[in-house]
């Protein structure tokens, strides 16, 4: 499968690969637009022994400036590793390497935006790996905002996967309480998706994760988006290999306002408004209901959803899908994965904004006390997830 991927699917810029060896114990693949030298301060604790691939670029669209402060960085660079100018540069350095990738002369399409970066970095790393030049199987990903402590990365399974490391946001200065409210949103969805006994319960940010290399070229890497990569490529994982969720170390993401992508972190800090909005509980209370209908089914067991359950399946196109299921899957396990595939992360998503029309987004801050009681929510939320144990994928085979 990774043999497969990599000669037919893989980025370009694998063929332009160093030859010489590059024996190091990991490789961690970074995005890299518009930013300052000092991202590198942030992932150094976490550098020793490593070939940390930087993917330095510009969308096709991207402002004057931000081109010119990315050629500026890329210009510094080179400089400090004595660089040459090629497009896949190597900087030796003397705890880590540092893999140059220059996408500026030739920007990537707005359209793939930061997923196209992602990929390049990450087909490289599965290139290496696959070479011998990467002890570790696992390509770990993140992103030029993002703190990295000395205990990065943790020991991980042995087995086909994908990771996602436990984040929290810093905020910009200014920004402290749309940073905390952003934040809990984020685990608010996740913590009430595992409590209705979702599959697809895990937080989806590039820039923290891994995967390990076999799991990754089975889906064909990451997805050419200019948002939400991150979002689509773990959807697919999860549906082949298990997703284990580590609670430690923690990220540290920077929570800055920006519009350089379409929507994300950055977006959703820029225009928060107070009081903000988010899903009502009672929204899971039927994703619940739709869960336990899904299974019911799947083992041909009697129950009765709601009926506002029934018509928000119905928008998503569930009659047509269960009629096609029971056809082609007997009942128990085969038919449940294949019911649980259809009803994904990203038809959960639907569902949860479908149910609006049911129940409207309301101020987050009083859901939150009302679910968890007063005091640190975001604490009380880690800890809800993390009594369910880490999260598996669907159960592979018959």
């Not at 020793?48 to 969308?59: K, Q």
């Not at 997923?115 to 696992?138: F, H, Q, S, V, Y």
């Not at 943790?154 to 087995?159: D, M, V």
Request: net charge positive; glycine share 8%.
């Amino acid at each position: 499968m990774t043999h497969t991927y990599l000669k037919h699917y893989a980025a370009p810029e694998c063929k332009a690969i160093p030859k010489a060896p590059l024996s190091r114990a990991r490789a961690i693949v970074v995005p890299v637009y518009d930013e300052k030298p000092g991202f590198l301060d942030r992932l150094a604790p976490a550098l020793d022994d490593t070939l940390l691939i930087a993917v330095v670029n510009v969308p096709d669209d991207a402002p004057a400036p931000a081109v010119q402060r990315t050629q500026e960085l890329l210009r510094n660079l080179r400089r400090r590793g004595g660089g040459h100018g090629q497009s896949v540069e190597l900087v030796r350095r003397a705890r880590y390497d540092l893999l140059l990738i220059e996408r500026v002369s030739q920007p990537i399409p707005r359209r793939e935006g930061v997923g196209g970066a992602r990929k390049i970095g990450a087909d490289i790393a599965a290139t290496l790996i696959r070479r011998g030049d990467i002890e570790n199987p696992w390509i770990y990903v993140t992103d030029a905002d993002v703190s990295l402590p000395e205990s990065y990365p943790p020991r991980l399974p042995g087995q086909a996967g994908t990771a996602v490391f436990a984040f929290r946001h810093e905020p910009d200065s200014g920004l402290e309480e749309r940073a905390r409210t952003y934040d809990w949103h984020l685990h608010y969805y996740v913590e009430r998706l595992g409590w209705a006994g979702s599959r697809y319960a895990f937080h989806t940010l590039g820039g923290a994760l891994a995967v390990r290399v076999d799991s990754y070229c089975k889906v064909r890497g990451f997805p050419r988006r200019n948002a939400a990569e991150d979002f689509y490529l773990l959807n697919k994982l999860a549906k082949v290999d298990p997703v284990y969720l580590s609670h430690t170390p923690e990220l540290s993401i920077r929570a800055r306002a920006s519009h350089r992508v379409p929507f994300g972190t950055g977006p959703r800090i820029a225009d928060m408004q107070r009081p903000f909005l988010s899903y009502a509980s009672e929204s899971f209370e039927l994703l619940q209901d739709a869960i336990g209908w899904i299974d019911a089914l799947a083992h041909e067991r009697e129950v009765r959803p709601q009926a506002e359950t029934v018509e928000l399946m119905k928008a998503l196109g569930f009659s047509s899908l269960l009629a096609k299921t029971r056809s082609q899957y007997r009942a128990g396990r085969p038919r449940w994965r294949a019911l649980h595939g259809w009803f994904d992360a990203f038809r959960t998503l639907r569902f949860i904004h479908e149910a609006r029309r049911y129940h409207p987004d309301c101020p987050i801050e009083p859901t939150l006390q009302g679910l968890y009681g007063a005091g640190d929510h975001r604490t009380r939320m880690i800890e809800a997830q993390r009594t369910r144990g880490p999260w598996r994928g669907l159960p592979t085979g018959a």
